[in-house]
């Protein structure tokens, strides 16, 4: 599995407004005007992770869904596996 560099990743989360790297992780904070339209976005993620085979870690708030991206298969690490489904949420998102 590839690991990105570790300026690969910096500049992910410059480009990608709201991605942060914490812990290991990539995260990001997505708000959402009601919980419904939250429940609706996790659905759509949960469609996306299956057909990849690669799942985030997704906590459901009145406010907001936040997402978190790690490869455990690697000891929890950001791999390019999790930069692209970072993105591919983030499309969804914005659709």
């Known amino acids: ?21 914490k812990n ?6 997505f ?3 009601d919980f419904l339209s939250g429940l609706d976005f996790v659905n759509d993620i949960a469609s996306l992770a299956e057909e990849e085979k690669h799942h985030p870690s997704i ?20 791999t390019q596996k999790d930069l692209d ?4 949420i983030t499309e969804i998102y914005n659709s």
């Open 59 to 78: 906590l459901l708030t009145y406010g907001g869904v936040t997402i978190s991206l790690a490869t455990h298969e690697i000891g929890s690490k950001v």
């Open 31 to 33: 708000p959402m005007p």
């Open 85 to 88: 489904m970072a993105e591919a």
């Open 1 to 21: 599995m590839q690991v990105p560099h570790p300026y690969d990743i910096e500049k992910f989360t410059e480009e990608n407004s709201g991605w942060e790297h």
């Open 24 to 29: 290991n992780s990539l995260v990001c904070l």
